[in-house]
């Protein structure tokens, strides 16, 4: 998709603060952090929302959860505990309509959110 923001930072034409990438996930700084840590973690490949991947790659659907678990680790919030959020459409906040996780840790995070 052309006009898709994280198309365009997956394939390298819009910078970002990437802090991994392989052939199918891209994982990168949030520009605008609600946390201490906030990072995104996308498919390199443009699946709609979360339903739409589950749908067609469940497997991918299953190494973005991988490379999110391998991120909290490596950003030190695995042991004291992080939010992985994804939206779902626009009623749910979803902006970006490619799918795209949310970690979120480095501080308490209340329930609900707010």
Known sequence: MT?????????GDIPADVIHRDDDVLA?????PQAPVHVLVIPRAHHA?????????PA???????????????????????RLVTNTG???GQSVDHVHFHL????GLSWPPG
């Open 90 to 92: 626009s009623g749910a």
């Open 104 to 107: 979120l840790g480095g501080r």
């Open 28 to 32: 990168f700084r949030d520009i605008s």
């Open 49 to 57: 929302n979360a339903a739409d991947l589950a749908a067609a790659d």
């Open 3 to 11: 006009d898709c923001l994280f198309c365009a930072i997956a394939a």
């Open 60 to 82: 991918l659907a299953g190494r973005l959860l991988a490379v999110a678990g391998a991120i909290a680790d490596q950003e030190g919030v695995a042991e004291s505990g992080y």
